[in-house]
């Protein structure tokens, strides 16, 4: 490498100008993120300005109430066993649309990128964006880029936002959950928080663990339609766990939870992984895991398709709401005790999505 | 201060636990963000927990198409003269929305945020997102807060992203410009930019110059109403400047724009700054600006619209489609000269948004 090959060498980093508004800029959308992203540039008069505009224009939605989320993402490693932050930050804004009974129609895509960022690794985490939007159903329409100069970031955030589609006659929210209705969880917790940790700090558990990162549309939706209205209330236990979850649901709608410690799947891999580093699984997060609160009528139904879905094969019931007005949330232990489950204060895993 | 009050001198600054999705995360929603924005939480069953959703659920919007955009601000400094990086990033994402014609209905906000930054300054700028949306009329429905440890990142960043609404009939776009458009903006150019960089660089001009950031909802509907169908296109010159907007127009819609620089109103103390630096006020960033492409016979009605309201009173009209096919923008000089405009590279002004 010589001074006169400086350009080349610029060429496959990203550069402060790449955020300027600018013919960088310009040529990074439409080289770069169109093409990958699936959407490239319409023949008609107007072209690539349709797509670049400010705003997309969303023509197509199916009647129903409109959807709104949105989440910011800073996972570090960038890159984890089972994913990497380009299928986090879609899937989890997908899934923040689909346990509220939406369908996501249009995702936006927004960067922080930091001066110096491999574009290597920008393009693999777009590839990435790319593919878990299609299998989500959802395309990105609208996205924005921001460069801050080296120091300025840790290599790369990604915000995105989601709008998707409630069909009429869904309801759900911690207000409509009664004494009775059934806890059910679409699978093993604790995936995603032990793969990124072993990521992050290079430990080797006896089994790779990876994680369940995964858009959870089509389960959420199969729930609903085996549970109907007897379905309540949905949430991914992303950050603080399968704990969390509860411990809000139980805050929020005054209600007493009861879950079975022995009934909630934890891989091996996982449990031996909580252990080591001290952690309990109840706090780890998930980005590929529902829970349902379902009437106890229409809990059978709706185990049935969790089950027959891929993403939910190993579901389980695990609880039941005990009560009304105590606002907690009572772990029957392995060893035959009672333990209540708190809100975890928040220090346990940072940076983890 | 001795070892003993750390916790009260923990308190005033964000720890990485208020990112954590447990307990610290929630008292900082709830008693931060919520009253801030002016929701607070509903008496009802479910309460704060509706509000605390992965996802809002947006009931009352007026028939029309949807309209979406995302944005990202890592603006440096935070606070400059005349705004700050919450004012910026509501009025940012409205006027995204009011370029295509949308009246924004809904907010999201997402921080990202850096361990040890301060409470004091996080307050401050919550109290300008609130307020700049009330401004707005586009209330804050949904969002995120992540922390990342020192070092990590500068500061604080935030996303916006905005749900709107077009009215029916209204469709603007690049390719709907025509030769003999009229070329309207709505004021002085390049004062954000020359805002920040004081603010940035502690340089004194000889006048305070102020951002000119507002949301601009209300000026393009004014636009929209005076001009009806003969309003074809319209955005708001942020990075990269008037130069950037009407390049990427040019070639968009694939049409000569000649514009007459003596006719671009631009402040004293801006063109003091801008010949100091070097810079043209041309690629420097606005915030608060529009400009709108209108047929000619409609022209009129638009202008007079954009003078009537208090963003617009200095708006003029400085060009016109001269032509089909070249996809260039002609200046025609102070001097009597004629030159090209072209899209900056990008390099210009970092983080200035």
Redesign the interface.
């Known amino acids: 490498m010589t001074a006169t090959s400086s350009s080349a060498a610029r060429d496959d980093r990203i550069?402060?100008?790449?955020?300027?508004?600018?013919?960088?800029?310009?040529e990074l959308i439409r080289h770069e993120i169109l093409p990958t992203l699936g959407g490239g540039c319409p023949p008609?008069?107007?072209?690539?300005?349709?797509i670049?505009?400010?705003?997309?224009?969303?023509?197509d939605?199916p009647p129903g109430?409109?959807?709104?989320?949105?989440?910011?993402?800073?996972v570090?490693p960038l890159f984890f066993p089972g994913g990497d932050i380009g299928r986090l930050a879609v899937s989890g804004t997908v899934?923040?649309?689909a346990?509220?009974g939406?369908s996501a129609r249009?995702l936006?895509?927004?960067?922080?990128l930091e001066e110096g960022f491999p574009l290597a690794d920008f393009r693999r985490v777009l590839a990435s964006v790319g593919e878990t939007a299609r299998e989500a159903g959802a395309p990105v329409?609208?996205?924005?880029v921001?460069?801050?100069?080296r120091?300025?970031?840790?290599g790369l955030?990604i915000?995105t936002?989601?709008?998707?589609v409630?069909p009429e006659g869904v309801l759900l929210?911690?207000?409509r959950v009664e004494p009775g209705d059934a806890v059910l969880l679409s699978g093993p917790i604790g995936n995603h928080g032990v793969a990124v940790l072993s990521a992050r700090q290079g430990i080797a558990f006896e089994t790779t663990v990876e994680s369940d990162v995964a858009p959870l549309g089509e389960l959420a939706e199969a729930v609903l339609t085996a549970g109907g209205a007897g379905v309540h209330w949905m949430?991914?236990p992303?950050?603080?766990g399968l704990a969390?979850s509860l411990a809000?649901?139980a805050?929020?709608?005054?209600v007493e939870l009861t879950v079975v410690e022995s009934r909630i799947p934890v891989l091996a891999g996982v449990r031996a992984a909580c252990e080591l580093l001290g952690l309990d699984p109840l706090?780890v997060?998930n980005e590929g895991k529902l829970v349902a609160l379902v009437s106890a009528d229409a809990a059978e139904a709706a185990l049935s398709a969790l089950k027959r879905h891929r993403l939910g094969a190993q579901a389980a019931l695990i609880g039941y709401v005990s009560g009304r007005g105590q606002g907690r949330v009572v772990l029957q232990t392995r060893a035959g005790g009672r333990r209540l489950v708190?809100?975890?204060?928040?220090?346990?895993?940072?940076?983890i999505?």
């Open positions: 550069l402060l100008a790449h955020g300027g508004g600018g013919e960088l800029m310009r008609e008069p107007g072209g690539c300005g349709a670049l505009a400010d705003s997309a224009v969303l023509s939605l109430q409109i959807a709104f989320t949105t989440d910011s993402y800073v570090k899934n923040d649309l346990v509220v939406a249009a936006s895509l927004s960067f922080i329409v609208t996205g924005d921001k460069v801050v100069e120091g300025g970031a840790d955030f915000n936002a989601g709008v998707g409630v929210g911690a207000g949430r991914d992303t950050r603080g969390a809000e649901l805050e929020d709608g005054g706090v997060a708190e809100l975890p204060y928040g220090e346990e895993l940072p940076r999505c």
